[in-house]
Every structure is written in C-alpha cells, then in structure tokens.
C-alpha cells in the first residue's frame, strides 16, 4: 500500500531564511509524486510534481524538490522564505488506480519577520 | 477558463439532517475526485469518477455518503442523516484525461451542529 509521512506538523523560519519541508513516500511501484500548497480558505494549488525524468523538480513561487529513491523521500526546499509562503503543504503520492491521491497530513508553514 | 468551483462555500446544518455538495469541474475534464479534510489533518480520498465507468466508491466512510456525476459535467456528494463527525472540509478535483495534475475547487466547509 502506498502512504506519505510528512515530518513536522508545523515549521517556522523568519523570512530569508531557507525553507525544508520533509516527505517521505512508501510505494511499490514508480510512484508519482506531488506538492500542493493550501492558502488560508482557500483550494489546493498545484507547486510542483514528480513523474518520470529529471528528479530534481522545480516548480512555481522558487520551490523545488529532488526525488530520490534511495532515500524514498521528496522534500520541499525553498533558498529564500517570504512572509506570501505562509500556508499549509501537502505532500500526494497518486495511486496508479485511477489516480486518486494520498496525501500527507500536511505541515503549516509559517515565516516570521 | 474558468476552475474547478464548489458550492455552497459554506453550510451548517443540525445532526440528522441531510446536505448535498455540489462540483462543477474544469469543462472536458473526464476524471472527476472528492476528498475530505478534517481539521488538522491530511486529504482523505471518497470516490472517483472517469467517464461512463462504474465510480470508484472505496473512499466513502459509511453508506450515509454518496454521489453522482452527470455524464462529464456536475457532481454532488450528498450526506444522509449527518453526524458531527461529518463536520469537515469538502474538496473536489478535476483532471483532463491523460494528464497527470488534479485541480481542486475552493472546498464547501460543512459544519454538524
């Protein structure tokens, strides 16, 4: 069965500083793998994804993350946090059935100034 | 073009009585995905619809939950009989098909009283 942990319920950096947000995936197959960002009352927005290729991923607002299946992690890393970054994280893992999403249970990110 | 919307924004609703969630996905989008969140935690996936196939149902909590899906264009996830443990954010996804990113509606905060 596939699942995502995510480490960290809540992080908080001040607002420069660099951003890491862990995910850690269990799959039994090629998974594809995603980050989505959760703005306050708002929907769920696609930051980046995983499929095939190139494992280090960039994506909007300079986040990126690295895939690496060794570790079976893709964290979420960002140089510089700026105050707009405060929100919730998701990292999804997408079952290969129909591609319903697991999700983690999510880490709130907060920047201090 | 327009997203994915959900309505209403909001409902509150007494224990016992019966709700129903409305999805209107992104226009040619074949898959369509509810999912819940709790306070606090993760997305929990409910059903997926692709089509004209027969809905994946695995998700659903109880037999008190349900949906339908008129061809490739609305949704509703209708609660019966609702319980305070019901109380959570509703989301809707869509995806085009062949395409890996699901795209998710604002949400429908359902509160039991």
């Known amino acids: 069965a596939q699942s995502v942990t995510q480490l960290g319920s809540h992080v908080s950096v001040s607002e420069g500083a660099l951003v890491l947000l862990r995910c850690n995936y269990s799959?039994?197959?090629?998974?594809?793998l995603f980050w989505y960002v959760q703005y306050p009352n708002q929907g769920l927005q696609l930051l980046l994804k995983y499929t095939t290729g190139a494992t280090l991923v960039k994506g909007i607002n300079g986040f990126e993350a690295e895939f690496k299946k060794s570790e079976t992690s893709f964290h979420l890393t960002k140089p510089s946090a700026h105050m707009s970054d405060a929100a919730e994280y998701f990292c999804a893992v997408r079952r290969n059935q129909g591609g319903k999403l697991i999700f983690g249970q999510g880490t709130e990110l907060s920047v201090k100034p | 073009g327009a997203g994915v919307s959900q309505s209403p924004s909001n409902k509150v609703t007494e224990k016992g009585k019966d709700v129903e969630l409305r999805c209107d996905p992104i226009s040619g989008h074949t898959a369509l995905y509810w999912y819940r969140q709790r306070l606090g935690q993760g997305l929990e996936f409910l059903i997926y619809f692709q089509g004209n196939s027969a809905p994946d149902k695995s998700g659903l909590p109880s037999d008190r939950f349900s949906a339908e899906r008129t061809g490739e264009s609305v949704s509703t996830l209708t609660i019966q009989r609702t319980q305070q443990e019901d109380s959570a954010v509703y989301l809707c996804?869509?995806?085009?098909?062949?395409?890996?990113?699901?795209?998710f509606g604002p949400g429908t905060r359902l509160t039991v009283l």
């Open positions: 996804a869509s995806r085009s098909r062949g395409q890996d990113t699901q795209y």
């Open positions: 799959s039994s197959v090629p998974p594809y």
